[in-house]
């Protein structure tokens, strides 16, 4: 089953903060998060590994709760270059790195 | 950085014809790669798994037969949509990993005629 992202879609103007969610009904080794923009591929944007740890580089952080099965996304002050949609990727124990994307959240920052 | 290079970028054909898409990982070797698939406004999903020098492995509903796989080498699988109609027209992606983290080429954008 698919992770399931909240919310769809947001829109912020430049300069405010998001949060992205991303739940799995299932046991997680690792999450991971990309921004996919119109008609490309998804960039990635970091990994999360199983025992709970918060991971960030500049105004970008995720955590990962495994014990919930969930990570989420965040976003400090939001810059126009971050819109786009943001997808969870989640690889379940014992499925041999297979990824699974989640059901996205389209992001549009506004001037 | 690792880099996965896919071709072509964008293709259309009539239906009832096939369409190659090629992924290829070009520093490192890949024993095991991705196929996505991706509707518009929708998210990636993983129709199968390739698998160098053995048969790959497809999830739920994906048709073997419409849907070949070939991954002949460490750095090279194929994806091959047999019998092409309008209803195939999809962004297809390919995906690799080294270690934990993926790395995708830069997709195929599908549109059959």
């Known amino acids: 089953q698919q992770p399931v992202q909240s919310p769809q879609a947001v829109i912020l103007r430049e300069g405010e903060d998001a949060v992205i969610n991303c739940s799995s009904s299932k046991a997680l080794y690792s999450v991971h998060w990309y921004r996919q923009k119109h008609g490309e591929a998804p960039v990635f944007l970091m990994i999360l590994l199983k025992g709970g740890e918060q991971k960030g580089h500049e105004k970008i952080s995720a955590s990962f709760n495994e014990k919930k099965q969930q990570s989420s996304l965040y976003l400090t002050a939001s810059q126009l270059s971050y819109s786009g949609t943001y997808f969870c990727?989640?690889?379940?124990?014992?499925?041999?790195?297979?990824?699974?994307f989640g059901t996205g959240t389209r992001l549009q920052v506004t001037l | 950085g690792a880099v996965v290079s896919q071709h072509p970028s964008r293709v259309i054909c009539k239906s009832g014809t096939s369409v190659k898409i090629e992924c290829r990982s070009l520093?490192?070797?890949?024993?095991?790669m991705f196929w996505y698939r991706q509707f518009p406004k929708k998210s990636l999903m993983l129709m199968a798994t390739?698998?160098?020098?053995?048969?790959?492995?497809?999830e739920q509903g994906v048709e073997k037969d419409k849907f070949l796989i070939n991954h002949a080498s460490l750095t090279l699988s194929t994806l091959t949509v047999t019998s092409a109609h309008p209803e195939d027209s999809s962004f297809y992606i390919c995906?690799?990993?080294?270690?934990?983290?993926?790395?995708f080429g830069q997709g195929t954008r599908l549109t059959v005629v």
């Open positions: 520093d490192f070797q890949a024993t095991t």
């Open positions: 995906s690799a990993r080294i270690n934990t983290e993926a790395f």
């Open positions: 390739s698998n160098e020098g053995s048969k790959a492995t497809y």
């Open positions: 990727g989640t690889v379940a124990t014992g499925t041999a790195s297979k990824l699974t």
